[in-house]
């Protein structure tokens, strides 16, 4: 099981931005590759510490962990895994200016003395039915990512020899201050282009469609965000690709709604199915479900179907379907119609009487979100 973000940092979930860069700061220097090299337990908490950092730090995402957790962005379906599929250099490529001037700037020698920049994220948005999203779909969608030509070759970078990154050397009152950069010539990624075919762009890239599979775990919610590792753009020579993030879109259902992990349901009924009571076939998320109307049925009455409504992302249980009933009072009546209720006006029968039991409006209301 996934270890908690704030837990990872070792702040408190109220800690401001400023206490949640700082915990990072302190986490990724002790957890520093650099600083521990061939320690394999040191570089999971290094990658585990960036991954905290790159959800607590942004305000969205935050809030998003802090009501669906870890579920909210890796799911179960495959959406990254182990540290949301962070590697050394989504972390430095992403993270770099953090560490300041400690290591070198930031960069991730990656056993070659050679930095690795990292391809642009891709964005689409998944339409997704009321049923896919309580049962959880695979989907096949057609992307169009930027990839290296077949052919094209790179050379290194001469101005700063393949490193990624030029120094520079600066005198000031204190001393000689040597400051890092990233490569103005190569943005890091210590290659330029020496050989392109035709079609290629003038870094050696093209478009290609592909045609990437998503699981999409059950209990997403409309506006949250999945991301599948290394399904974005590429970057030119020795790079990784970026992430494809993927929106989830919501399609409103024809008869039910949506509150969290409950559904609801508007029933509408007629005085004479009220008085005598009636078997319903009503529309649930996986097909029809019968339920039984006891005669005498009042309209508001809620009758809540246990298990019936949506998964919660987390696993913790499934939600219920809230049916409504509404007594349906007709608008034009016949004259031997007319004649029945009015020879009724006085009945007994016929006159409000509710019990000490039967809940006002509000109160319903008041159970409902309780």
């Known amino acids: 099981m996934k270890k908690d973000f704030y837990e990872i940092l070792g702040i408190s979930k109220n800690a401001d931005a400023a206490e949640i860069k700082k915990a990072y700061r302190k986490k990724a220097l002790e957890f520093h590759p650099d600083k521990n090299p061939g320690n394999a337990a040191a570089e999971e908490s290094f990658k585990a510490a960036a991954e905290a950092y790159e959800v607590l730090s942004d305000p969205q995402k935050k809030a998003k962990y802090d009501q669906y957790g870890h579920q909210a962005f890796d799911g179960s379906g495959g959406f990254g895994g182990g540290h949301g599929g962070m590697n050394m250099d989504d972390i430095f490529s992403q993270f770099g200016d953090i560490f300041g001037s400690a290591f070198g700037g930031g960069g991730f020698s990656g056993g070659g003395g050679q930095r690795r920049v990292k391809g642009s994220n891709l964005r689409i948005k998944v339409k997704l039915t009321l049923e896919e999203i309580a049962n959880g779909v695979e989907k096949k969608v057609k992307v169009k990512r930027k990839v290296q030509a077949p052919g094209v070759s790179y050379k290194t970078c001469s101005t700063c020899n393949g490193q990624g990154q030029v120094m520079r050397v600066t005198n000031t009152i204190l001393g000689r201050m040597q400051s890092a950069s990233t490569c103005p010539t190569c943005s890091g990624s210590g290659q330029i282009l020496d050989k392109k075919p035709s079609e290629a762009d003038s870094q050696g890239m093209i478009l290609d469609d592909e045609t990437v599979t998503i699981k999409i775990p059950a209990g997403v ?53 009220a008085a005598l009571g009636i078997s319903k076939d009503i529309s649930a998320i996986n097909g029809k479900v019968r339920i039984k109307l006891d005669e005498g049925i009042q309209s508001g009455k809620i009758l809540r179907l246990k298990g019936k409504g949506i998964p919660n992302i987390n696993g913790y249980g499934t939600g219920d379907l809230l049916v409504h009933v509404n007594v349906w009072t007709p608008k034009t009546l016949n004259k031997e119609q007319k004649q029945f209720f009015e ?22 209301v008041k159970d409902m979100f309780s």
């Open 221 to 273: 919610v409309d506006g949250m965000q999945l991301k599948v590792s290394n399904k974005g753009n590429d970057a030119p020579g020795n790079s990784v690709p970026g992430d494809l993030i993927v929106a989830i879109e919501e399609i409103e259902h024809e008869f039910l709604k949506r509150e969290g992990e409950n559904l609801h349901y508007d029933l509408y009924i007629s005085f004479s199915e």
């Open 343 to 364: 020879n009724n006006l006085e009945n007994e029968n016929f006159a409000p009487n509710p019990e000490k039991s039967d809940k006002s409006f509000f109160e319903k």
